[in-house]
């Protein structure tokens, strides 16, 4: 019987070797041994009493069978003379099965080399192994880790008889362990800091930190250790975030906040903060772990996006976004308190002409400056910002009154206005500024803004550096113009222009020589509407380009066909507009009309305003060009435009074209009468002839038949007519006669 030889081996044991024994199978085969112990007394005191040695022997094995440690014991060739229930279920056999094999025929086999090498060792010592660990190759087919120690077995004379073994299976404490390290390791190489707090403790004081930590903080462990987490926020304890920590705390749950914190050295960064509660089996808070992550770079980040999406990069100031944001924000308010809100439209003066003429970067220079003044004219709750351009606008989000708005826009302009200097150079900027106040002049953002801005526009057109309220009148206007736009944009498709004729005589004869054509548009609904009302929005939408080639063509058409029809040959006079002067075809598109109409060149006079000429620096050659064409040109309105008379030289017009406006007060104010003679002599001068127009008494025809002024067209002779009635004119011959000089 396996039991009792060791028994028998356990007879021969000395106490000491006994006391090994037990040590090296843990508690439970402290049991073991004190049973050993018992029952060598019970057996030298008597072999008689066998029932209670059955009992004992029972108890042993149950003893055995019922340890979760293996146990064992072999012979001097390492066979097995015994083992215990659990070590033959490693083996996949009955513990009788063990008996008499070696560890080369046990599912261990791969390792048996390995255990017989340590039994030999500890049979040939003579000494015990204790606590060492070793792998094992089980009948699953699984590997688990052991503690084994090992005993030499003796016996009575204390001769080594074989080895007596214990081990356990350590498999799962081994991995309970190394995961353990594992994550001590992740806590302590965490880039987030990680802190641990001890709730059953007064204060709640740190009883954790990792590296992270202390990098972070800039505070050493022991500066930490033992101290509430408060200390991180210093004396700024007032924030939302705090309350928010305490309040999980207390109720014992995990929370999320964003906290400011300081570091050692007294700077301050943003920590993201999770907080979470480690809980006994019943539930009880005994520690808060917290995750402290330093986001201050990326918060810094954010509001320099937040700050680029809502401001202009070159002054800084917010930008259209933000500037709606804030009028609606300031509308709100006046609504609720009763109160106004002043938009105020700022835009530079001829900013375009210092970009042209000292170059982008002295442009940008003025751009910041202007940003700075408007900004220091303004209270820190009214808004700045910048449209785009050289577009500002003020938000006014206090009360003024309507007294004292003029004092705060002219206040502005003087602000904006006073010089400046860029590049050692001193530069006079000026603005234009229009101003709408809600509720009056709008309720909505954006109505306010446009009516800022139509304000702004008529400050340009009375003459810049001014200010201009809002007024409904003035919009009622704008509206006017936008509704005559769209209707313009049909006119030409729907046939709805026509010219008229104004004869021009010889006014010492009354002959007619020529007609000047002009334009009407017959409107459906308004009538017949004067050029003076549509031609300058023509003009700025471009639609004066289409519409002037048909005038052209129209006149040099209806020229023909009065020649054809036997009517004397005259002069046929377009007018030019600047948009069609400017263009480079004219000439060509001139020469084809004067082809298909077939209008000999000569017949046809461009007429040129004065101020159109000397803005155009190409003037001269295009003008050149439409004299190679063979055809007439002349100098209208001349008077009122630049008074530089040398391109009047240069340009060698075929008529000059005193304005109406001198002729009309030639009677009455002797410096109208003075220019208009002027005129006159210096066009004989330049060899050219002169033409008076808007004549509309007798007296003007005679005070400039005196002057030897050429040729007359106004009033007095005819007004502009249709085609057939200025035909039956032609065919006159002449206007008139007894008002001709
Ligand atoms: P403009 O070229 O100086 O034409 C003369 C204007 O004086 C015409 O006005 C004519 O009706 C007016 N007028 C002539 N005699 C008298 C007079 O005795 N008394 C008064 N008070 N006015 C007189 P209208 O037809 O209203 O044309 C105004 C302006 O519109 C023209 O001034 C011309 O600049 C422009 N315009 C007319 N037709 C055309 C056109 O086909 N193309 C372009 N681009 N402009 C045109
Ligand atoms: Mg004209
Ligand atoms: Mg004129």
């Known amino acids: 019987m396996p039991l009792d030889d060791l028994l028998a081996a356990a007879s021969r044991l000395t106490d ?4 090994a024994v037990a040590i090296a199978a843990g508690v439970n085969l402290l049991a073991l041994a004190t049973i050993f112990f018992l029952h060598r007394r019970e057996r030298s005191r ?3 009493i066998a029932k209670d040695l059955d009992q004992s022997r029972h108890m042993l094995q149950l003893v055995l069978d019922n340890i979760p440690q293996r146990v064992f014991w072999k012979d001097r060739d390492l066979r097995y003379l015994g083992c215990n229930k659990a070590l033959a279920e490693d083996a996949g056999l009955a513990p009788g099965d063990i008996i008499g094999k070696t560890d080369l025929e046990l599912p261990w086999k791969e390792d048996a080399e390995l255990y017989r090498a340590d039994d030999r060792e500890v049979m040939t010592a003579g000494a015990g192994k204790p606590h060492y660990e070793e792998p094992m190759q089980k009948a699953d087919g699984s590997v688990s880790w052991l503690e084994t120690t090992k005993l030499p077995l003796r016996d009575a ?20 362990q190394s995961e353990l390290l594992l994550r001590e390791r992740a806590i302590e190489s965490s880039v987030n800091a990680i802190f641990i707090t001890d709730h059953t403790l007064a204060d709640q004081p740190v009883v954790y930190v990792n590296p992270a930590f202390e990098r972070i903080t800039g505070y050493a462990e022991a500066e930490i250790l033992g101290r509430n987490c408060r200390f991180l926020q210093g004396t700024d304890n007032a924030q939302p975030g705090i309350a928010h920590i305490r309040d999980a705390v207390r109720a014992g749950r995990a929370a999320h906040t964003v906290l400011r914190n300081y570091r050692k050295d007294g700077s301050l960064f943003w920590n993201d903060l999770h907080i979470a509660p480690v809980l006994t089996d019943d539930g009880q808070v005994t520690h808060y772990v917290g995750v402290l992550n330093d986001i201050t770079d990326t918060r810094r980040y954010q509001e320099q996006l937040e700050h680029q999406a809502t401001h202009d990069a070159l002054t800084g100031l917010p930008n259209r976004g933000l500037l709606m944001d804030r009028l609606h924000q300031a509308i709100l308010h006046a609504r609720r308190y009763e109160s106004t809100v002043t938009v105020v439209f700022v835009n530079l003066d001829r900013f375009k002409n210092v970009n042209d003429a000292l170059g982008h970067d002295a442009g940008d220079r003025l751009l910041q400056a202007a940003a700075r003044r408007l900004q220091a004219c303004v209270r820190a709750t009214d808004t700045v910002a910048r449209l785009g351009s050289d577009e500002f606008i003020l938000v006014l989000a206090h009360q003024v009154a309507k007294e004292a708005i003029p004092v705060e826009l002219q206040r502005v302009l003087d602000t904006v206005s006073s010089p400046l200097e860029l590049d050692g150079k001193e530069l006079y900027v000026t603005a234009s500024l229009g101003a709408s106040i809600y509720p009056q002049d709008g309720q909505e953002a954006e109505t306010l803004l446009q009516h800022a801005d139509t304000a702004m526009g008529r400050a340009k057109k009375l003459g810049r550096n001014t200010f201009q309220c809002y007024d409904a009148e003035m919009n009622h206007r704008l509206n006017e113009r936008l509704a005559l736009l769209a209707s313009l944009r ?14 021009r005589l010889v006014l010492a004869t009354g002959q007619i020589v020529g007609v000047e054509a002009l334009i009407r548009w017959q409107h459906p609904e308004l009538g017949l509407v004067p050029p003076n009302d549509f031609i300058p929005l023509a003009e700025e939408s471009g639609l004066i380009e289409p519409i002037g080639a048909w005038v052209l063509e129209t006149a040099c058409q209806q020229a023909r066909a009065w020649i054809d029809a036997g009517l004397p040959p005259m002069h046929m006079a377009v007018n030019i507009s600047a948009r069609q002067f400017r263009r480079r075809d ?7 009309v004067l082809q298909e109409t077939g209008l000999p060149a000569a017949l ?22 439409l004299k190679a064409l063979g055809v007439q040109v002349a100098i209208d309105d001349f008077g009122t435009g630049y008074s530089s008379l040398s391109y009047l ?5 075929d008529r000059l074209k005193i304005d109406r406006s001198f002729v009309r007060e030639m009677a009455t104010r002797p410096d109208d009468a ?27 025809a005679s005070l400039l038949h005196a002057e030897r002024c050429d040729e007359v067209q106004g009033f007095y002779y005819s007004r502009p007519v249709p085609a057939e009635d200025c035909a039956r004119l032609l065919r006159h011959g002449r206007i008139l006669l007894a008002r001709a000089c």
């Not at 049909?490 to 004869?503: G, M, S």
């Not at 002599?681 to 003007?700: F, I, N, W």
């Open 649 to 653: 030289r240069r340009f060698h017009v």
């Open 604 to 625: 046809l006079e461009l007429e040129l305003t004065e101020s159109l000429l000397m803005e155009m620096e190409e003037a001269e050659l295009s003008v050149r060009a």
């Open 490 to 503: 049909h006119a030409l498709a729907r046939d709805e222009f026509v010219l008229h004729y104004q004869p």
């Open 586 to 592: 004219l000439a060509q598109l001139v020469r084809t």
């Open 674 to 700: 003075a220019i208009a003679k002027t005129i006159i002599a210096l066009g004989h001068t330049l060899k050219m002839k002169v033409v008076a127009e808007g004549v509309e008494t007798a007296e003007q």
């Open 157 to 176: 004379d204390g001769t080594v008889v074989g080895v007596l073994g214990t081990y356990e299976d350590i498999t799962e404490r081994k991995r309970a």
């Open 46 to 48: 008597s072999r008689r």
């Open 16 to 19: 000491d070797t006994l006391l």
